[in-house]
């Protein structure tokens, strides 16, 4: 057993910074009306960022039958706010794949995208707004776990994996200094994602808690459970969220509405099956 007294202190300095494309696009991009062309401008002096971008669009998920080979044409289809997410998130993922004995990048990534799907679904059912958001935020939702990784990979690895317990969110604050939540929030707050997102990351084991998102956190934590139970993926824990029956009411979903959600959601999963590897590559 590994000693828990050198507890990990958060300190946003010490987190992975922004890659460069992103930082430099986060200072040219007004909220309201971003402008494509320079946005596409930016994205195109870095070629392994365009690489990764036009493989995204690529894949079978964004289900295009002709090749997409302009920035331009990649930024229409996903959005800003999206591309700029999915590729922190892959930036991110992609920085640990170089040890897959700490984790599995492709199943950490199926299981991110898996919530991010469902969650989507979930909000699209409800007839809720901030589906987009949903994708990205289920995405995003335990990223505070591949700091974890980074930080302290022996610790990690022995806490996560090789206890095969069921761990709890005070467990983690007990043995790394904080919990997943906790840090997954500080480097959101850090990369500047919009408030609903960092509310996914930072509340999504305690939705009832949520102020600005309610529905985006209540959907990502129902997705959250559900993609365990479906056995989607891997997000380095045996710690299944609680059920919240506050966060299903939220949702106002009834059975049959999930159902048809849960399968739209399998279906599109199962679609998706090569961007798990793709996207998590490194440069
Ligand atoms: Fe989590
Ligand atoms: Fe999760």
Redesign the pocket.
């Known amino acids: 057993m590994l000693n828990k007294s050198a507890l990990l202190v958060i300190n946003p300095a010490d987190l992975p910074s922004l890659p460069a494309a992103i930082r430099k696009l986060q200072d040219i991009v007004s909220e309201d009306a971003p402008d494509i062309q320079e946005i596409a401008g930016i994205i195109e002096t870095d070629q392994a960022f365009t690489a990764k971008l036009l493989k995204l669009v690529n894949s079978p998920f964004y289900g295009y039958s002709r090749k997409i080979v302009s920035v331009e044409e990649a930024l229409a289809i996903l959005g800003f706010n999206t591309l700029r997410s999915l590729l922190m998130a892959t930036s991110l993922i992609g920085s640990i794949r170089t040890d897959s004995r700490i984790l599995d990048a492709g199943r950490f990534w199926r299981h991110s995208f898996g919530v991010g799907v469902i969650a989507k679904h979930l909000l699209f059912k409800a007839g809720k707004e901030a589906r987009e958001e949903a994708l990205v935020g289920g995405i995003l939702?335990?990223i505070?776990?591949l700091v974890m990784a980074k930080m302290d990979p022996k610790l990690f690895v022995w806490f996560y994996f090789e206890r095969a317990v069921v761990t709890s969110?005070e467990e983690e604050t007990e043995y790394f200094g904080f919990d997943?939540?906790m840090i997954?929030e500080t480097l959101a707050v850090k990369w500047k994602f919009p408030a609903g997102i960092v509310e996914a990351i930072a509340r999504?084991?305690t939705p009832t808690s949520a102020v600005v998102s309610p529905q985006l956190v209540a959907a990502v934590n129902i997705a959250?459970m559900l993609c365990h139970a479906l056995n989607i993926g891997e997000?380095g824990?045996h710690?299944i969220?609680s059920f919240h029956p506050e966060a299903w009411a939220v949702l106002g979903l009834n059975m049959g509405e999930l159902e048809t959600a849960l399968h739209e959601s399998v279906n599109e999963i199962k679609r998706s099956e090569g961007i798990f590897t793709q996207v998590s590559q490194a440069n």
């Open positions: 939702h335990d505070g776990r969110l997943h939540q997954g999504h084991h959250d997000s824990n710690y969220s």
